[in-house]
């Protein structure tokens, strides 16, 4: 799926923000986790880096929501 980088939570985190933009606050409820700077810099940033995760700085905080043109939800 993602390579041996993949965490735990990546495809949780892709089919959460597939419809819907969410915040890192957002994401790590959803996954019982807290939305720690390890989360953001290691899981979050690595997603938005292999182009799987698109994150919108325009607003504050930032949102993030599933490539559609890469992730697809069978």
Do not use: M, Q, W
């Amino acid at each position: 799926f993602l390579g041996d980088s993949e965490s735990p939570h990546d495809k949780n985190i892709l089919a959460f923000c597939y419809l819907n933009h969410h915040s890192a606050v957002e994401i790590a409820d959803h996954l019982g986790i807290t939305p720690s700077s390890y989360f953001r810099k290691n899981i979050l940033s690595r997603l938005v880096k292999n182009g799987l995760l698109i994150e919108d700085k325009t607003v504050s905080p930032a949102l993030y929501r599933s490539n559609p043109s890469k992730v697809h939800v069978v």
